[in-house]
């Protein structure tokens, strides 16, 4: 059984650019969130996709979205970035959104805004 | 409301026990979760505890819930240098599995 991958792990674009963050959901998982961790902070939910459809949003504007793939695996693409987009990024996966208790992650994207 | 307060620095001995305490606010969480983040890694889940449980046990983690006060401690016992890190506490909001994450508290753990 595979745990939860996540490319590139490092990625440092300038302010204004497009990023696009991948994201593999544990083996038989079929449900994704993403999360922003600023340094510092604790990790901030952006939203959360299931069976390919959007299934909850935090408090992050529509520049940030999501895609859901026949095989659960996901995208966070991140358009216009800005400076304070900088942060690790962090998806979890997790076995159907109603039962959504045990969330594992993966070891996150670090990017750089310059 | 949603928040999840944590003290930010806990230093202990080896050899001795850890609290890491944690408050929420919101009454309606389903569970509350306890993960652990090394320097530069993901997030690894510990342990969790359903709402309507006052304690869980495994192996040196120790989870006390008071539902009552929204108090929520990880005790870990015998604690090992390679338990230093920073730990998380959060809560399952209702609404489509979203955590809500405390800032986290840093354990140091001196020989």
């Known amino acids: 059984e595979t745990g939860v991958t996540q490319s590139p792990t490092h990625l440092i674009k300038t302010r204004g650019q497009q990023v696009t963050l991948r994201c593999s959901s544990q083996?038989?998982?079929?449900?994704v969130s993403w999360y922003q961790q600023a340094l510092g902070q604790g990790p901030q939910f952006i939203f959360q996709y299931y069976r390919e459809e959007e299934n909850g949003r935090g408090n992050f504007p529509p520049r940030f979205s999501g895609l859901q793939f026949p095989n659960y695996s996901s995208e966070l693409n991140v358009n216009a970035l800005e400076l304070d987009d900088s942060a690790l990024y962090l998806c979890?996966?997790?076995?159907?959104?109603?039962?959504?208790?045990?969330?594992?992650f993966g070891p996150g994207t670090r990017l750089t805004v310059t | 409301g949603e928040d999840v307060e944590q003290s930010l620095f806990l230093s202990v001995r080896e050899g001795d026990s850890s609290v890491i305490n944690c408050t929420y606010t919101d009454s309606s969480s389903t569970y509350l979760y306890w993960y652990k983040q090394e320097p530069g890694a993901g997030l690894q889940l510990l342990t969790y505890i359903f709402s309507n449980m006052d304690m869980k046990q495994d192996q040196r983690l120790t989870v006390l819930l008071n539902k009552k006060d929204k108090h929520l401690s990880l005790r870990i016992a015998d604690t090992q240098t390679g338990d230093s890190a920073i730990y998380f506490c959060a809560e399952m909001h209702n609404q489509g599995g979203k955590l809500i994450f405390g800032q986290g508290t840093e354990l140091s753990v001196k020989p």
């Open positions: 083996s038989g998982h079929n449900t």
């Open positions: 979890a996966s997790s076995l159907g959104h109603r039962s959504t208790y045990e969330q594992y």
